[in-house]
């Protein structure tokens, strides 16, 4: 079964304080994904990598930023958070080519920012 | 713009009932669509449905796209507690190999 991991489920921040979200995979997919999902407005695509150390920006990537130093490691920060970025964010992985069309997603963390 | 649109957005039914949630698109460059579940967590994988028009079932739940009319419409019978959820489509591009997502339908099944 695939895996995949985020380091907290539930996250309490200060406004401008800098916040690491951690997601592993066990998968060896190439595809790593970072979704912000808020109310009525479904999953809104903020980054994703397709291999180690490349990048691309999603949909809403600005206050946000991403690493990936492994291929099972995907970060996501956000540089200085600010109160409209309180969401639940969800990490994604998938396969390039076939089986690329299922997304596996990891349990979300739900940030919080005062 | 790529967009998927979902409808009704919220629905609430009794136990038993049959319900059908739809999700229409409008991408440059469709591969396939997906549909999935979210409960109180992370969105777990149901269907992917490409332009064959083959429909997908399992259990009480299936599945078919049009790809003339450009939608996909989820069926499910016999209703359980069980199904409420958010269920959410997706339409997977060619291009990129991106996932362009609908907001969802939030199901409300009354026992």
């Known amino acids: 079964d695939v895996k995949v991991t985020q380091s907290s489920r539930y996250l309490v921040k200060r406004t401008g304080e800098k916040v690491f979200l951690e997601c592993v995979q066990d998968?060896?997919?190439?595809?790593m994904f970072w979704y912000r999902q808020d109310p009525g407005l479904g999953l809104r695509l903020i980054y994703f990598?397709?291999?180690?150390?490349?990048?691309e920006k999603g949909d809403i990537p600005e206050g946000y930023s991403v690493s990936r130093e492994k291929k099972e490691r995907f970060s996501l920060i956000l540089e200085s958070a600010s109160t409209n970025q309180t969401s639940m964010y969800l990490c994604a992985s998938s396969f390039v080519g076939t089986g690329a069309d299922t997304q596996y997603f990891g349990p979300g963390t739900r940030l919080t920012v005062l | 713009e790529d967009k998927v649109v979902q409808s009704p957005l919220s629905l609430v039914v009794h136990e038993g009932d049959t319900v059908t949630l739809n999700c229409s698109y409008e991408v440059t460059n469709f591969r396939s669509l997906l549909w999935y579940k979210q409960e109180k967590k992370a969105p777990t994988f149901l269907f992917m449905l490409t332009s064959s028009g083959i429909e997908k079932k399992s259990g009480r739940l299936s599945s078919i796209l049009d790809k003339k009319e450009l939608s996909s419409i989820l069926n499910i019978t016999a209703t359980q507690t069980g199904d409420s959820a958010i269920y959410l489509c997706?339409?997977?591009?060619?291009?990129?190999?991106?996932?362009?997502w609908g907001a969802g339908t939030k199901l409300i099944i009354k026992p």
């Open positions: 997706a339409v997977l591009l060619a291009s990129n190999y991106q996932l362009i």
């Open positions: 998968m060896d997919h190439e595809n």
């Open positions: 990598s397709y291999d180690v150390k490349m990048k």
